[in-house]
C-alpha cells in the first residue's frame, strides 16, 4: 500500500513478482486524518475479489515522509497529523541543538521540529509516529515500531544506530518507536485488522519505507541512473558509494546499498492550483519545449523550501503571468526542469557521482512536453515510467520477507546496516 498526497494505491504482486491486482482511491477523509489512512487501506482491501484477499500473505506500507502524528500508546490520535511540507521555522535552533549537525533532523522542515509543535502542551503519555508507522501499528495492533527510513528526520542515525545527538537521553525519549531496518518481518496482522480487513490468519506486517524509496524500489535502477518522482512533489534519488548528508538530503540504506535525494516543496501540486487536468493536457500539447518561454518562474505552492535550498522562508515566484496560459504553464514546467537540474547539482556537490540519465515516475511522466523541457535543462536523456507505481515496489519488499535470501535478511537485520556504512 502506498500512501501518497493525493489518494492511496494498492498493488498485489504474485509469488513471482508479477502484478496481479492494483486498486486506488482518494482518501475518504481529511489527509492529515489518520482515520482516513485506515479506513481507505480497509477500502481498497475490500475491493478485491474475496479469492484474491484470501490469498494474501503479506503487507508492507510505504507513506509521505515526514508526515507526523501524536497518538496515545493504544494508538489513538491526539489530533491531526502535522504533514511532510509543514516547516516550523521557529523550533530550529532547538532541533539544531539536539542532534548532529549535520542532520536532516536538524532542519526546520523535519519531523522532529513538527514534533516539538506536536509536543506543545502535551498531557499524558504518548507516541510519535509516521504516517506509515502509524499505519502499520495498526495493522499489528501494536505501535512499538518505526521503519528506519521514516524515522530519518525525526533523528535516528542509520550509520551509528541509534538516536542522534540528545534525543535518547530527552524525557520525552520514551515516545520515539522503536526503529526496524525495511523489510523487516515484525509478525502476524492483529485481530482487529485482520478482521476489519477480511484476510487468513498469518498474514505477515512488514516493515516498508517512505513513498520516494517505494517508487525506487520499483524503478529497479541501473548504475547512472538518477530517480525523479514527479508526483505533488519533486522528489529526486539516486545511489551513493557513500553517504552523505546536509540540510534537506535524504540518506537510507536499501537493498544493501546507500540511496541519497532530497525532496521539493514544488511539483505537480502547485500546477494543480491554476489547471485542472484536462487543461494541463490540452495546454501541454501546444508548447514547443524547444523554445524557452523566457519567464524566470520558482514554482513553490506556499513560502518555503526544503530541497536544492533548504530555506522554509523563501518565496514563490509565481508573476508575471502572461496572457498565453500554454506560455505560462511552460514556465511553470521549466522552473520545475531548474529545480531538479539545481537538485542534482547539489546531491554532485555533497559526493553523490554524476548521473548518465533519470528515470522518471509518477504522473508527471506522463507528459512529454515536460520530458523535453527537462532534457534541454538537464543535458540528460530522460525516460519516462508513468505506470511504475510505489505501491508495486513496497510489494516487493513484502515478498522479499516471504521468501528471504542474502538481500532480503541484509535488508531485515538493521546491526547489519548500521556496521556496513562503506559497504
Known amino acids: ?20 491486482a492494483e486498486r486506488q482511491a482518494t482518501y475518504p477523509g481529511a489527509f492529515e486524518a489518520a482515520a482516513s489512512w485506515r479506513d481507505g487501506l480497509i477500502a481498497l482491501v475490500a475491493s478485491l475479489e474475496p ?7 503479506a503487507i508492507a ?11 496515545d500508546p493504544n494508538g489513538n490520535p491526539l489530533g491531526d497529523a502535522l504533514p511532510y511540507h509543514r516547516a516550523c521555522p521557529e523550533h530550529q535552533a532547538t532541533c539544531a541543538a539536539l542532534v548532529a549537525p549535520r542532520s536532516p533532523a536538524a532542519s526546520a522542515s523535519g519531523s522532529l521540529a513538527r514534533a516539538l509543535v506536536l509536543r506543545q502542551g502535551a498531557v499524558g ?15 499489528l495492533g501494536d505501535w512499538l515500531w518505526g521503519e528506519q527510513g521514516n524515522n530519518l528526520k525525526l533523528g535516528w542515525d542509520l550509520v551509528e544506530g541509534r538516536w542522534s545527538g540528545t534525543l535518547s537521553s530527552q524525557d520525552w525519549a520514551p515516545e520515539l518507536p522503536e526503529v526496524v531496518a525495511s523489510g523487516t518481518s515484525l509478525g502476524a496482522l492483529g485481530a482487529s485488522a485482520r478482521a476489519a480487513l477480511d484476510l487468513e490468519p498469518g498474514c505477515l506486517v512488514v516493515a516498508g519505507t517512505t513513498d520516494a524509496n517505494a517508487a525506487v524500489l520499483a524503478a529497479d535502477p541501473q548504475p547512472g541512473d538518477g530517480i525523479a518522482v514527479l508526483g505533488t512533489t519533486l522528489v529526486l534519488k539516486q545511489f551513493s558509494p557513500e553517504p552523505i548528508s546536509g540540510p534537506g538530503i535524504s540518506c537510507h540504506r536499501l537493498g544493501g546499498r546507500w540511496l541519497v535525494g532530497g525532496a521539493s516543496n514544488a511539483g505537480g501540486g502547485v500546477l494543480r492550483q491554476f489547471f485542472s487536468g484536462q487543461d494541463l493536457a490540452e495546454l501541454s500539447r501546444q508548447i514547443n519545449p524547444d523554445q524557452p518561454s523566457g519567464l524566470k518562474l520558482r514554482p513553490l505552492p506556499r513560502p518555503g523550501e526544503r530541497f536544492p535550498v533548504d530555506d522554509p522562508n523563501l518565496e514563490p515566484v509565481l508573476g508575471p503571468r502572461p496572457v498565453s496560459d500554454a506560455l505560462f504553464l511552460q514556465g511553470l514546467l521549466e522552473g520545475l526542469a531548474a529545480i531538479e537540474r539545481d537538485g542534482w547539482q547539489r546531491l554532485q556537490e555533497l559526493g553523490a557521482p554524476p548521473i548518465a540519465r533519470v528515470i522518471s515516475l509518477g504522473g508527471g511522466a506522463r507528459n512529454p512536453q515536460w520530458r523535453r523541457i527537462r532534457e534541454r535543462c538537464l543535458g540528460l536523456p530522460v525516460w519516462n515510467r508513468p505506470n511504475l507505481s510505489a505501491a508495486a515496489g513496497v510489494a516487493k519488499l513484502a515478498l522479499a520477507a516471504l521468501a528471504p535470501g542474502p538481500g532480503a535478511r541484509m535488508a531485515a537485520d538493521p546491526s ?8
Open 51 to 57: 479469492g484474491l484477499r484470501r490469498r494474501i500473505r
Open 416 to 423: 547489519a546496516q548500521a556496521t556496513q556504512p562503506h559497504e
Open 125 to 139: 503519555p504518548g507516541l510519535l509516529r509516521h504516517q506509515a508507522d502509524w499505519l502499520m501499528g495498526w495493522l
Open 61 to 71: 506500507l510505504d507513506g509521505t515522509s515526514g508526515t507526523l502524528l501524536r497518538c
Open 1 to 20: 500500500m502506498d500512501l501518497g498526497t493525493s489518494g492511496l494505491r494498492l498493488a498485489l504482486l504474485n509469488g513471482r513478482g508479477q502484478l496481479v
